[in-house]
Each structure stands twice: as structure tokens, then as C-alpha cells.
């Protein structure tokens, strides 16, 4: 069986109480801008993106406020770049875990999935079909 070597993720998320001050801070702490991101529709959320570059290297990703999601502690979410991240989410049960949102379409972005770990954590897979 041949895999497509990338690094494994493609994609972070730190989820946030007051948007304007976590903002703030990272783009004073590590002096970059940060900038509005477009979300998806139907869904309440505000997402303010990282700058980063699809031919550099690692991962970019925003900070996020969103209803239900607690920030501190547990409230980072790394993304795992996949071909087509319903067949990782096929396997997520099995495996010891739990999904806690199946595939979704994010627009012109691709699709994702949120699902649990064996030990509870919530982890993203990420795919663009």
C-alpha cells in the first residue's frame, strides 16, 4: 500500500472568550497580522486567520470563537491533512474513539471532521474533497 507523504497536519485551531483581546496578544507576541477569515455558512462562529503560505512550510490556522467551545486548557485543535477525510472518520469508532461532528463542507476550503481520540481529546481531519 503507497501513501502520499505531507506532514500530518494541516491545520490548528485555538479556540477563544474575547476575539479582540486574544488577537491582540498574538499579534503582539509574535508580530504578525492576523486577518478576518470568511466562515462557513449557517455557522456562528468568528475565525481570525494566521498569515501563512500554501508553499511554505508547516501549518497555518486561526484563533476561533464559537458557541460551545471552551477556551483554556483542552481548546487547541490540530488538523490532520487527509485525501479524503471520510475515510479517517470510517475508521474513528473502531478505533476506540467517537465523531463528534462528521464530514462537513467549509466552502472553498475544503471539508472537515471533528472527532475524539482513544483519551478523549477532540481532533480535526481535514481534506479538500
Known sequence: MEHKKFN???WFEI???DMER????YET?????LEDMETPEGVSM?????PGSEEGLGASGALVKMDGMKCGGNSTLVYFGCEDCAVEQSRVVAAGGAI???????????FCAIVADSEG??????SMK
Open 29 to 33: 507576541v509574535l508580530n504578525v497580522k
Open 100 to 110: 463528534h461532528q462528521p464530514k462537513f463542507s467549509i466552502g472553498s476550503y475544503g
Open 46 to 50: 468568528q475565525m481570525m486567520c494566521f
Open 15 to 17: 479556540y477563544v472568550e
Open 8 to 10: 500530518p497536519v494541516a
Open 121 to 126: 481529546n477532540a481532533i480535526g481531519l481535514y
Open 22 to 25: 486574544a488577537v491582540k496578544f
